[in-house]
């Protein structure tokens, strides 16, 4: 298995050590993770099984659909937690007006961000009416790890959102539903009565309790349960690209995709944010960082009136800092996993890039261009950040590699 040119510094021989020592690791843990699947699918199947209508077998069996006029319909089997989680994670009746669900935009085949990569954020459920900030992706968001300060250094890492505002996906989970730029429900209460109405109530409350319905709060705290334990299932983090084949053995990167690596992991000097020497890899070191992103005119949040947007054209994201109401983190964002990135066009907490080799351009030619930055305070100009002194030959290699990031994801979604 050659991952690494053999031409590499000294400073560089510590991550291929940590390379070659976690690859075998992951490829263990990869195995166990392929177990777990077979289960699910194992599961399914006998589900399927139990349900007394066609077999699917063209054995000659008359026992076939009968066109449903049964007297009595068999009872729906009741789901578990991550399948509720998945009918309401799906449900489009669970916004005002009706039409948007989270997986509209955290869509699989998206890559688990919103489909409509035309346009830098996502339209919420009302026509028109976009939020101000770029979908990311919600596959390996379970790995994200609670807000907190440093321990060895200044700075922060972890928390969900861009800006790291929530600590768990229960927590996330809980926002949408409610945000007028978004599901636009008036307050919890309108959410759970359509819960109550839905085809899985029986099984919310057979998870949940008999009268659930009755206590809101509960009713929607538990609404946020069934979702994250859907976000936490191997759908969403099913580490099965080609780089996880790659270091599992099983396949060989082509010679731009190596060259990629090597500069992801040497002078693009990018795994120094989107770190690879962890397991499971997930190409973030999640810490919170400005690096000069410029400013999106084109994002639709601009365009809103003033009351879903005060600041009018004027808006600048300051990120952490308005979370943490300190300067000094104003303008940073949590480093993204790179993981599916080929996939979530466009680019960027405001969505300013709209393909990958523009995203590798602005880190190789940032300062070479005098590249003006949504907000310029805490700009991070560490190594070369801004200039690499890349060719445009090594620019679209770096491209060639993310897209080796890319799952083996369902063209549609089940539903
Ligand atoms: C209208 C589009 C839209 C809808 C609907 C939506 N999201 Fe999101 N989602 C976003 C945006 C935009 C962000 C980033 C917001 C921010 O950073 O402030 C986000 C962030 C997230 C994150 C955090 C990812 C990370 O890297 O921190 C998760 C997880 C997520 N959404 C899951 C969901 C779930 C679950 C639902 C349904 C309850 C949902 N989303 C509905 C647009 C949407
Ligand atoms: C100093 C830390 C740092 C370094 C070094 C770094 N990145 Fe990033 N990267 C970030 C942060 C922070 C963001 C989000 C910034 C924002 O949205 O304002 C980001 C965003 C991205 C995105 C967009 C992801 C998305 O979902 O929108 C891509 C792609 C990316 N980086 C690739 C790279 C590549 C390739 C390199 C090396 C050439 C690199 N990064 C080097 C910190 C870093």
Same mark, same amino acid.
């Given at each position: ?37 077979? !289960? ?12 007394? =209508? ?66 830098? +954020? ?5 026509? $028109? ?25 200044? $700075? ?9 505002? =929530?600590? +768990? ?8 539903? /409610? ?12 959410? %759970?009565? !359509? ?25 929607? /705290? ?19 690209? !080609? ?24 002078? *693009? ?68 996993? /790179?993981?599916? =990135? ?9 969505? %300013? ?11 190789? +030619? ?5 590249? =003006? ?8 100009? *560490?190594?070369?950040? $801004? ?21 083996? /994801?369902?063209?549609? +979604?089940?539903?």
């Amino acid at each position: 298995m050659k991952i690494i040119n053999t031409d590499i510094n000294i400073c560089q021989m510590g991550l291929v050590v940590l390379l070659i020592v976690l690859f075998p690791l992951n490829a263990i843990a990869e195995g166990g993770d392929r177990d777990n699947k077979k !289960k699910k699918h194992r599961h399914k199947n006998k589900m399927q099984v139990e349900q007394p =209508v066609d077999d699917g077998g063209d054995d000659g069996d008359p026992v076939v659909d009968d066109g449903g006029d049964d007297p009595v319909d068999p009872v729906d089997p009741v789901l578990t937690l991550a399948e509720l989680g998945e009918a309401i994670y799906k449900d489009t009746n669970l916004s005002n007006p009706p039409g948007q669900s989270c997986e509209s935009c955290h869509t699989a085949s998206a890559g688990f961000a919103d489909p409509d990569s035309d346009i830098a +954020t996502s339209e919420g459920a009302i026509a $028109g009416v976009f939020g101000s900030r770029n979908s990311p992706t919600a596959s390996y968001a379970q790995h994200i790890p609670a807000f907190r300060a440093r321990v060895n250094g200044p $700075g922060f890492v972890g928390g969900l959102f861009w800006d790291g505002r =929530v600590n +768990t996906l229960e927590e996330q989970a809980a926002g949408p539903f /409610l945000n007028p730029l978004e599901m636009n429900n008036a307050d919890e209460q309108e959410v %759970v009565l !359509k819960l109550s109405q839905a085809e899985y109530a029986t099984s919310f409350e057979a998870i949940f309790g008999a009268g659930v319905f009755n206590d809101i709060e509960l009713a929607y /705290l538990s609404m946020t349960e069934a979702i994250a334990e859907f976000e936490r299932t191997d759908e969403f983090s099913p580490f099965s690209s !080609k780089f996880d084949a790659v270091i599992a053995g099983s396949d060989t990167f082509t010679e731009q995709e190596q060259n990629g690596f090597n500069l992801f992991v040497g002078d *693009g000097q990018c795994s120094r944010c989107h770190a690879i020497n962890q397991n499971p890899n997930l190409f973030t070191n999640f810490r919170y960082f400005n690096i000069g992103v410029p400013a999106n005119p084109d994002n639709p949040f601009l365009t809103l009136d003033s009351t879903l947007n005060p600041d009018g054209a004027a808006f600048v994201d300051l990120g952490l800092g308005a979370v943490l109401n300190d300067d000094a983190e104003n303008g940073k964002f949590r480093v993204p996993t /790179l993981r599916n =990135v080929g996939l979530t066009a466009p680019y960027m907490h405001n969505g %300013v890039f709209a393909t990958l080799n523009e995203v590798v351009d602005f880190y190789n +030619t940032r300062d070479v261009n005098n590249v =003006v930055p949504e907000l310029d305070e805490n700009v991070n100009n *560490g190594g070369n950040i $801004g200039n690499l002194g890349l060719s445009d030959d090594e620019v679209t290699d770096i491209v060639a590699f993310l897209h080796t990031l890319s799952d083996d /994801l369902p063209a549609e +979604t089940d539903q």
